[in-house]
């Protein structure tokens, strides 16, 4: 499976961007597709993650502005990011694995992982 990212970028306080994440390869069996974000000397985090049913989960830090969502058919999830702040800086990773929300919750991302594409937001 590859993970090609896209969308990240230079954004002030306050503004948005929208990251996408398109799956290729064998992507039978892939469930669950999400982002994690890690910033400069600290450990990757989740972001927000979605089944191929539409079950997600967000972190509280993004709850309010951050929406993910998935189009099945072109094996894609986006992140909706408003209201962005200087702490949302980070590289942002797409993830995509064969577990439920609640395993991937609770053992962590396992499966496959994009490149990576940096968000910073800054004044």
């Known amino acids: 499976v590859q993970l090609q990212a896209s969308g990240g970028g230079l954004v002030q306080p306050g503004g948005s961007l929208r990251l996408s994440c398109a799956a290729s390869?064998?992507?039978?069996?892939?469930?669950?597709m999400g982002w994690y974000c890690q910033a400069p000397g600290k450990q990757r985090e989740l972001v927000a993650i979605?089944?191929?049913?539409?079950?997600?989960n967000y972190a509280d830090s993004v709850k309010g502005r951050f929406t993910i969502s998935r189009d099945n058919a072109k094996n894609t999830v986006y992140l909706q990011m408003n209201s962005l702040k200087p702490e949302d800086t980070a590289v942002y990773y797409c993830?995509?694995?064969?577990?439920?929300?609640?395993?991937?919750?609770?053992?962590?991302?396992?499966?496959?992982w994009g490149q990576g594409t940096q968000v910073t937001v800054s004044s």
């Open positions: 390869g064998s992507i039978f069996g892939i469930n669950v």
């Open positions: 979605i089944s191929r049913g539409g079950s997600t």
């Open positions: 993830n995509a694995n064969d577990k439920s929300v609640i395993e991937t919750m609770s053992f962590g991302p396992r499966g496959y």
